[in-house]
């Protein structure tokens, strides 16, 4: 056998096993916004291994917004959330709460004694036995992980904000960042610099020729995550979170994840084993978010900005839909964001506590509306998230605080969405993609069992673009606003809808 021969050989060997992997292994480049960049993973990537079932339909709840710390109904949170346990039990699978911690600031975003868990939103107790509920019927409670900096609990002999002997999970200079930047014009400085001589800066890390600057937190002192002493007391923190007596959680939400090196965030998760893992990294470049799962150890999934903020293009304008926001290309796993390269570590949003309707400190606006009291706009976002690949994530005051009509349409999509078996990572077909039209199909190739058109477009003449025949999609769900926005989702497995 020549070496020519051995060659062509091999060469039809590679093309076959790209053929049978259905396309999986691409060219690594991708268009985004009109510049070239590189494409770390395929578009399918690999599964995240132990963010639950790759093949189950799951939908996230963040059962949280930013003034929930004031309860509801005259309750506390806690007790306001128990209450609507039934139902949430009926169309959710994992529950995002907020951070667990007793806080500084009330919402728990700058956490003080960690294992004081009666917080503003609640007991302990009745925090233990709404996780106990949900966990009894096979759904999964996370935790809003906020290990970016801690608040003090006294102050020095010097005056500054930084003893830190907390009596379970102390910690000491060593342990935080010294530095300048640690300081706010409210409180003083955080890092006294006589007490806190660790010296340690930020840093910096780098995956595949990019290098990331971690970020500084103003408020608190940011901790020392490069000291391995540091890291001991996060990870046992993380298994006393998970035990039952303690609270019984299940996973993580990782706030503020540009502020230590991710390979740390791989570190832990590989200690505490759970069920989900997902990091909050506010930018918009898909290659950022997937360098933090690669530098992870592919061990944590990130919130999609990249896909929320181009659905966010694509639905800016009231008179139109420019569909060519939601995908680069017509084709298999073309959709922008995250989701269109790694849907396994996608976690597809439109609102969280950061941008919600009181609340907006991560450069984001709230969602456009639309001219009724209906919200189509929202609906239309909610209707790609929820047919598309990725985890889903509800926002709570999207849920219950916006009126029937977006309830309705969300409760309606996750009912299609599970009855059709839309997977995480499930295949997408981008049809079309362009001024006032968005449509695709979703599901294995050739059988597909769900098709989704948004924008105006053809809205009066449903023949401008309707799914194959030969796949069955027979049942639509349409929610329209004449002459602006409008969605169509076409589905072969029949529902009883709302």
């Not at 107790?125 to 970016?148: C, E, H, M, P, Q």
């Not at 000291?227 to 923190?237: A, D, F, H, L, P």
């Not at 933090?292 to 061990?299: A, E, I, L, P």
Request: charged residues 15%; glycine residues 10%; neutral net charge.
């Amino acid at each position: 056998m020549n070496k020519m021969f051995k060659i062509l050989i091999l060469i039809t060997f590679l093309f076959s096993l790209a053929c049978a992997n259905n396309s999986l292994l691409k060219i690594d480049k991708a268009e985004e916004n009109d510049v070239t960049i590189e494409q770390s993973v395929s578009s399918s990537g690999s599964p995240i291994p132990y963010s639950g079932s790759n093949t189950a339909s799951e939908v996230m709840l963040q059962a949280f917004h930013w003034l929930s710390k004031n309860g509801k109904n005259g309750t506390d949170w806690y007790t306001y959330l128990y209450n609507q346990r039934t139902t949430l039990n009926t169309y959710f699978d994992i529950i995002y709460m907020n951070p667990p911690a007793e806080s500084a600031d009330g919402q728990g975003y700058m956490p003080s004694d960690w294992t004081d868990l009666t917080t503003a939103y609640g007991s302990q107790s009745t925090l233990k036995s709404l996780i106990s509920y949900f966990n009894g019927r096979g759904k999964k409670v996370i935790a809003d992980i906020v290990v970016n900096h801690r608040s003090a609990r006294a102050q020095c002999s010097h005056g500054v904000w930084c003893v830190y002997n907390y009596t379970n999970y102390p910690m000491t200079s060593i342990n935080f960042i010294h530095g300048p930047a640690d300081q706010v014009s409210d409180r003083g400085a955080k890092s006294c610099g006589i007490c806190m001589t660790s010296g340690y800066l930020e840093g910096s890390w780098s995956y595949g020729g990019r290098t990331y600057y971690n970020e500084d937190f103003s408020g608190s002192c940011d901790i020392n995550h490069w000291y391995s002493g540091t890291r001991t007391i996060v990870k046992n923190w993380l298994t006393w979170l998970k035990n039952t007596t303690n609270a019984g959680f299940h996973g993580w939400r990782w706030d503020m994840v540009g502020g230590y090196d991710p390979q740390y965030l791989g570190e832990y998760n590989s200690s505490s084993s759970p069920y989900l893992s997902v990091g909050e990294k506010p930018t918009g470049s898909t290659q950022e978010l997937a360098d933090w799962v690669n530098r992870s150890g592919n061990k944590t999934m990130m919130f999609d900005f990249a896909m929320r903020d181009a659905l966010y293009s694509a639905m800016s304008s009231y008179d139109n839909m420019y569909g060519n926001y939601l995908a680069t290309a017509t084709g298999e796993n073309t959709n922008s964001g995250l989701v269109g390269w790694w849907s396994e570590a996608s976690v597809t949003f439109i609102h969280n506590h950061d941008i919600d309707l009181n609340h907006h400190s991560v450069g984001r606006a709230t969602f456009p509306w639309g001219g009724d009291s209906r919200g189509i706009t929202t609906q239309c976002a909610y209707a790609f998230i929820l047919t598309h690949p990725g985890i889903p994530c509800v926002f709570i005051q999207d849920w219950e605080d916006r009126g029937t009509d977006l309830r309705k349409t969300i409760n309606n999509l996750i009912k299609i969405r599970k009855a059709n078996n839309v997977k995480k990572g499930s295949r997408v077909w981008v049809d079309r993609r362009e001024n006032g039209l968005y449509a695709a199909y979703i599901g294995v190739m050739n059988g597909e069992q769900l098709a989704i058109k948004i924008g105006k477009q053809g809205w009066s003449n449903y023949e401008n673009w309707v799914p194959n025949p030969s796949l069955g999609l027979t049942n639509a769900y349409t929610k329209y606003e004449s002459g602006k926005h409008a969605f169509c989702v076409y589905y072969k497995n029949p529902v009883t809808l709302e």
